[in-house]
């Protein structure tokens, strides 16, 4: 997707290790997220950034981290991955309030 | 509490006839309300939204949406569904801040 990446696509991870997702983007906004998707679930929001080193959790942030050293990238990490991980992990940019998001084009993860 | 639900999981189309995609919020505040698509393997992309403008909003590939304060309504529509289109879709709502709200999705199956 234009101005956002995400890496890795996929990847596949064993239960315990830690495991970090990145996400960078060319757009210069100030406001980052990470969401899960999950069959019967939707779309939740994990952790979110307002600016450099400002970030906040969201609904479902137990056993992740984040950080923001620099605006263009955001990273998502999961301490000591566990099988309930296992899912499709979405960044998203958004210039403010009332814009829309901009996603990428996601990381399958897949916890074994 | 802020809410959206999207009144169908799943919807069939004949190719070329119209597309109506339902949805309904319930916000205290005068929300941002907003349409995404996604097609498979693929991040969410914007379709339209509504900031309290015009009710009657264009998005792209010719789908439209008309907020209804008095119904509470944001339904999603198109005059001639083409193959493309099958993907799923999402109602959002943006009910100030970082509180965003994801409907459940609702899928659409174009038949030829």
């Known amino acids: 997707d234009a101005g956002i990446t995400q890496s890795p696509r996929h990847k596949v991870t064993e239960t315990g290790t830690p495991v970090t997702l990145r996400c960078h983007q060319t757009e210069n906004h100030r406001y980052m997220y990470w969401y899960r998707q999950d069959p019967g679930h939707g779309l939740r929001l994990i952790h979110y950034?307002?600016?450099?080193?400002?970030?906040d959790k969201g609904e479902v942030s137990d056993g992740y981290s984040v950080s923001r050293s620099k605006t263009e990238d955001f990273l998502l990490t999961l301490e000591s991955a566990t099988s309930s991980q296992t899912s499709v992990y979405f960044c998203?940019?958004?210039?403010?309030?009332?814009?829309?998001?901009?996603f990428g084009s996601g990381t399958r993860l897949t916890v074994v | 509490a802020q809410s959206v639900t999207q009144l169908d999981s799943h919807v069939s189309v004949s190719e070329g006839t119209p597309v109506l995609l339902r949805c309904n919020y319930s916000s205290s505040y005068s929300p941002s309300l907003f349409w995404y698509v996604q097609h498979p393997n693929k991040g969410l992309q914007l379709l339209l939204k509504y900031t309290s403008a015009a009710t009657l909003v264009k998005g792209i590939n010719g789908f439209e949406a008309e907020f209804k304060k008095s119904e509470t309504s944001f339904h999603l529509t198109k005059p001639s569904a083409h193959m493309s289109d099958a993907a799923e879709y999402f109602c959002?709502?943006?009910?100030?801040?970082?509180?965003?709200?994801f409907g459940a999705g609702t899928r659409l199956f174009v038949k030829a």
């Open positions: 959002v709502v943006n009910t100030g801040g970082f509180k965003t709200i």
């Open positions: 950034s307002y600016g450099v080193k400002d970030t």
């Open positions: 998203a940019i958004k210039k403010g309030e009332d814009y829309g998001y901009t």
